[in-house]
């Protein structure tokens, strides 16, 4: 009598239900079921992450893991580790590994080499991977009582994977294997090598073992791998896009703005044009804020410690700032600007028809950035922020909110950017009333709901003091940047203890808001640098348009339209260089400035010039004058009407 094997119903992502026997393979199963067009990578059951290997010991639901998927995409780089590792140990023997984990876009490895690895050395390594693929290993998971493991790694010199096994609690932990590669890991892997198809490695960096820089330091390999040729090549090209828009290289090779080790990590150092090109911005800014109904404050920049114990950043934010001693006294650096602006609030009676009160600072503050995440313009330790802090009645809140809403949306249109919008609402651990909250969460979201804008709820992600909206700007590459925030805020009021007479004669608190436009003044320009590729629209571009004469005798022309220009208010410059007119133009395009002026004897016959575009586009010949309002109607077209001729 033939023994029936135990039988196992296994339900389909589809609701397809089939019976297996107890025993075979994930990937048994899914032969039954339907192809995936790069294959399962792995799979779920009852909601835990198994091999395709794997055998199948119960019932449920099992949810193949397809390499386009986000964990089978995960699963897929986290494999290309291993293979890479594998292909460093067999290349560079003695090596030990870290650890090799998957990461957004990629992957990376940790290694403790003898020898440092080359750019070449990725070559190399890329090579025996494709050989390693090529040999199709399977990936094999084995089970090993703790001890066992740490003598096995023990005996292969891997001390990393030692003091990680040391650390852990189980009694047991997995290994996989392929080839003769061997790594701690709780998988799961896909099934052999050959399932990588396009990866690529991109880069080295130095790591220290656990990001502890007492520790050794190590060296990372970054690499990364999609489910197919065409996606590898879409993003390696847009890797080389953004490489091409990077601001930290626009930013020397059209000299805006530099760092110095001198001065210290995280302080912008702005040349004239990166100058003159925050100047723009923030004309326009100061025009926009006054236009709006804001009033321009000044705080100072050093306030009495006693202050900050007072408003609570002592206790809650006293890491990330920077305190000094003048005369036995201590003081901070404003990491905020809040604090000023309610002082000036609290400098006499507030009547309820003085509400709402808006305050604007283009303030400078400083905040304590570890020098690793530190990151050209986008991650600074000093910087500015349009800041501003409104006051009003509960009433009004929801009216001010949207004001807020339409200053970001216009702001955004204007350099191009799409959005997206976030609120974030009550966190665990906060304060202030349910009534508060509520009703704030609810200006916040009818206000956006009134305009038709689609937001996302963050649930608990709010501040401790009130809710906010975040707005996420993408770029021309489509990456996300936070710039604009709107907070609410309850605990301010109260510990500085704000008030307004209503009109029953009493006293009541007001509402504070605190809100950024652009955010960050460095962090926005370093976004818009790139979102422009450094070619900026003529309203903010520090140089609009620059002459170049054929030869030195068109000079003397060429210096006369260029003092019209200038007198006029266009930011021009003239190329008097003893240097070819090739060379000249070349460098003009290269600074990508919007127009070149090109002076021959034709034009100085002609008393006029023929403009020629950024984009090679030659306009017809006009007068100076012409040119003049051209550029004029061309920055007030840009900035929305605000900013005319000379930054004003
Ligand atoms: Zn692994
Ligand atoms: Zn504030």
Not at 445 to 464: H, N
Request: aromatic share 10%.
């Amino acid at each position: 009598m033939v023994e029936q094997s135990e039988q196992v119903r296994v339900t389909l992502s589809d609701g397809t239900s089939v019976e297996v026997p107890k025993g075979a393979t994930v990937a048994d199963v899914l032969a039954l079921w339907k192809k995936s067009p790069n294959g399962w990578v792995a799979a779920r059951l009852n909601g835990r992450l198994l091999d395709l290997n794997a055998p199948v010991e119960e019932g449920g639901a099992l949810e193949p893991l397809s390499p386009e998927s986000p964990e089978g995409l995960e699963i897929l780089r986290h494999s290309t580790s291993h293979i890479m590792a594998q292909a460093v140990q067999e290349l560079f023997p003695g090596t030990k590994i870290a650890i090799g984990p998957a990461i957004e876009n990629g992957f990376y490895y940790d290694f403790d080499s003898a020898q440092p690895f080359s750019p070449e050395d990725l070559e190399k390594i890329e090579a025996k991977m494709a050989e390693i693929i090529e040999a199709r290993l399977p990936f094999r998971r084995e089970e090993w009582e703790r001890e066992k493991a740490i003598a096995l790694f023990r005996d292969r010199g891997e001390k990393y994977k030692v003091e990680l096994l040391e650390e852990l609690q189980d009694a047991t932990v997995s290994v996989y294997r392929q080839g003769d590669f061997v790594d701690l890991c709780r998988g799961p892997h896909i099934p052999d090598t050959g399932y990588v198809k396009a990866y690529k490695l991109l880069s080295l960096a130095g790591a220290y073992w656990r990001g502890d820089e007492r520790n050794p330091m190590l060296q990372r390999i970054y690499g990364t791998v999609f489910p197919d040729k065409k996606a590898l090549k879409k993003y390696l090209d847009f890797l080389a896009e953004a490489q091409r828009r990077d601001h930290r290289r626009l930013g020397r090779e059209l000299d805006l703005f530099s760092f110095s080790d001198e001065v210290g990590a995280g302080m912008v150092i702005y040349h004239p044009k990166g100058a003159l090109l925050r100047h723009i911005l923030e004309t326009f800014e100061k025009k926009e804020h006054l236009r709006r109904g804001y009033q321009i404050v000044m705080g100072p920049t050093l306030l009495k410690t006693e202050l900050w114990k007072r408003s609570g950043h002592f206790d809650n934010y006293r890491e990330n700032m920077y305190f000094t001693e003048i005369e036995g006294q201590s003081y901070g650096i404003k990491p905020m600007n809040c604090l000023s602006h309610m002082l000036i609030y609290k400098s006499k009676v507030r009547s309820y028809r003085d509400l709402p009160i808006r305050y604007f600072e283009l303030g400078t503050v400083h905040r304590h950035e570890k020098s690793g995440v530190l990151h050209g313009l986008l991650r600074v330790r000093q910087f500015t922020q349009d800041d501003a802090h409104i006051l009003c009645t509960p009433d009004q809140l929801h009216g001010e909110i949207q004001g807020i809403v339409d200053f970001v949306i216009e702001v955004m249109g204007l350099f191009g950017f799409s959005y997206e919008m976030e609120i974030s609402t009550r966190p665990e651990k906060s304060i202030g009333t349910d009534e508060d909250w509520e009703r704030a969460t609810r200006a916040l979201m009818a206000a956006l709901e009134d305009k038709g804008i689609p937001f996302q709820i963050c649930e608990g992600e709010g501040a401790f003091y009130g809710p906010k909206i975040d707005v996420k700007l993408r770029d021309a590459l489509e990456r996300k940047w936070q710039c604009a925030t709107i907070q609410c805020d309850f605990t301010l009021p109260e510990r500085f203890d704000l008030t307004y007479v209503g009109p029953d004669g009493n006293r009541h608190r007001p509402v504070m808001l605190h809100r950024v436009i652009l955010g960050a003044i460095e962090r926005f320009l370093g976004v818009l640098i790139e979102h422009y590729a450094g070619a900026f629209p003529t309203w903010l571009a520090p140089v609009q348009a620059v002459l170049v004469t054929v030869t030195d005798k068109q000079l003397p022309f060429a210096r006369e339209v260029y003092e019209r220009m200038r007198e006029a208010g266009v930011r021009v410059e003239i190329d008097e260089r003893n240097e070819k007119l090739g060379f000249k133009i070349r460098e003009a395009q290269m600074q990508k400035i919007p127009y070149m002026l090109v002076i021959g004897d034709n034009e100085v016959e002609a008393g006029a010039v023929r403009p020629r575009q950024r984009d090679g586009r030659q306009l017809d010949l006009m007068s100076p004058e012409a040119f003049i309002e051209l550029i004029r109607a061309e920055c007030l077209e840009g900035s929305g009407g605000r900013i005319g001729l000379g930054a004003v």
